[in-house]
């Protein structure tokens, strides 16, 4: 059975870092899509970030550019979401995924584009 397993979640002042870190067992993610995801009480979960397998191209929110880098770890079954500067509005619960496809695209927002979710990591900005 395939599973994602985030990390690094935590409580973190405004302006402060976390790193969080998607482990997969039973999958190999580096020849596809990923994305990182979160969700805050009473709101829709939304796209955060997306990397594409073969190229590595990565895909932000607006609410997150410059301020958040999704990557890939040395081994094959680990993706990253460096998050900087955190605010309080980016307090919520962030879930990776991954998708059968190789490529973000244009729709990699789409929850449905995803095959494979993790249960999510709790990010609590706040002073």
């Known amino acids: 059975q395939v599973q994602l397993v985030e990390s690094g979640g935590g409580l973190v002042q405004p302006g402060g870092s976390l790193r969080l870190s998607c482990e997969a067992s039973?999958?190999?993610?580096?020849?596809?899509?990923v994305g990182w995801f979160r969700q805050a009480p009473g709101k829709e979960r939304e796209g955060v970030s997306c990397?594409?397998?073969?190229?590595?191209?990565?895909y932000n929110a607006d609410s997150v550019k410059g301020r958040f880098t999704i990557s890939r770890g040395n081994a094959k079954n680990t993706v990253y979401l460096q998050m900087n500067i955190l605010k309080p509005e980016d307090t919520a619960l962030y879930y990776c995924?991954?998708?059968?496809?190789?490529?973000?695209?244009?729709?990699?927002?789409?929850?449905?584009?995803?095959?494979?979710w993790g249960q999510g990591t709790q990010v609590t900005v706040s002073s």
């Open positions: 995924a991954t998708s059968f496809r190789a490529s973000c695209g244009t729709n990699w927002r789409d929850k449905q584009m995803y095959v494979y």
């Open positions: 039973r999958f190999t993610l580096e020849s596809y899509a």
């Open positions: 990397i594409s397998g073969p190229n590595g191209a990565s």
